[in-house]
């Protein structure tokens, strides 16, 4: 029913507030048993990527889209590795404003890149990184009275608490371990903020332990040493100066939890973990969070038989280049049935 229905009466609306709704969250909680089994946890996936523009940013934008357009708003304008400009673009095409994107250029993947052009998103690719492409649109929106959409808009990171709502009501509890991917810290920040409201709430008795999982060459958080020059196939979470990190940092303190990093080999052997033995598909970044898990699980630091829920932030169709280098090729044969009986064997 979309997330401002489902969950209005602990979010920022008044009757002003357009609910606007193309029906985001309410995804999938699946569990991954043959995964779980090997790794000696029960294991479950948050599937983010059932959302409307194939990410999680769609829970945020939602709240940060209605409040853009009871304020007045002319135009939304974000910058983004990807995600973040596709729902931006999305939810402004949905009700009717323009919508200015910046983008690290040649360093989107192709599926994001589409979609915030097909949505009709004025996209301008910028000679630098998000984190710079961030300082920019920041600037921007000032200058032109423009909605700023990214994460430093603090109603994103409000509506982005649903995610934790959502697996507290699906699992009754809260899990053990929350591993999620992090790049500019909003969604686990939110997540933890999320799951303390369910427990001031009287809703759940335990908070999880939040594990941030960073690729190794964009581990500001991880190494707690900045970061300026990011780089990892995960382009989604390739940042080097996360806004929220400050929040970031406190989640993983006060629950008890860790950063931690995986290299780029680790995190395409996840995806096609996940892929071949859950018949789920992930796009890089999320994958992350399985690479910590296996990681983690290697040096002996997993909790026998905790309940972990991963964070399968973004769709794996959103980034089909990263695949096609590294999977085989379809089987090419004439049309006999000689042929195919033999390719069949
Ligand atoms: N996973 C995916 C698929 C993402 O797109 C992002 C962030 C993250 C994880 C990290 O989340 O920033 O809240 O720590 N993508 C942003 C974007 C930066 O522009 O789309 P975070």
Redo the contacts with the bound molecule.
């Keep these: 029913m979309g997330v401002l229905k489902r969950y209005g009466e602990h979010l920022p609306i008044s009757e002003r507030t357009p609910l606007v709704n193309l029906e985001e969250g309410s995804t999938p909680l699946v569990r991954l048993d043959r995964i779980g089994d090997e790794l000696g946890i029960e294991l479950t996936a948050k599937l983010e990527g059932c959302n409307p523009s194939g990410?999680?940013?769609d829970r945020g934008m939602v709240l940060a889209v209605a409040k853009a357009l009871e304020d007045g708003a002319r135009a939304v304008v974000c910058?983004?590795?990807?995600?973040?400009?596709a729902s931006a673009a999305a939810y402004a095409a949905h009700v009717g404003i323009p919508c200015y994107v910046l983008l690290p250029s040649g360093k989107v993947a192709l599926g994001k890149l589409a979609q915030a052009l097909i949505y009709g998103a004025k996209v301008i690719a910028v000679e630098g990184n998000?984190d710079r492409a961030l300082e920019m649109a920041r600037e921007a929106a000032a200058a032109r009275g423009f909605a700023m959409v990214n994460?430093v808009n603090p109603y994103r990171i409000i509506s982005q608490k649903t995610g934790a709502w959502e697996i507290c009501e699906s699992l009754g509890r809260a899990p053990d371990l929350h591993v999620i991917?992090?790049?500019?810290?909003?969604?686990?920040s939110a997540y933890w903020a999320g799951y303390k409201d369910f427990k001031s709430w009287g809703k759940i008795s335990s908070l999880p332990r939040m594990i941030g999982i960073q690729a190794e060459g964009a581990a500001p958080l991880a190494t707690g040493k900045p970061c300026p020059n990011p780089e990892t196939i995960a382009t989604?979470?390739r940042?080097g100066n996360?806004v929220?990190a400050r929040t970031a940092l406190i989640a993983a303190a006060e629950s008890g939890g860790q950063f931690e990093t995986v290299t780029d080999e680790e995190i395409l052997s996840a995806q096609s973990m996940l892929a071949s033995r859950a018949g789920v598909f992930a796009?890089p970044?999320?994958c992350a969070t399985l690479a910590g898990l296996v990681k983690l699980s290697h040096a002996g630091k997993l909790p026998k038989g905790a309940k972990t829920t991963i964070i399968l932030?973004?769709n794996g169709l959103k980034d089909p280049d990263t695949v096609m280098s590294r999977v085989g090729r379809p089987i090419k044969i004439g049309d006999s049935m000689e042929e195919l009986l033999e390719a069949l064997s």
């Design positions: 990410s999680f940013k910058a983004s590795t990807g995600n973040t400009s998000f994460s991917p992090v790049g500019n810290a909003g969604n686990i989604a979470i940042i996360p929220s796009e970044a999320s932030t973004g």
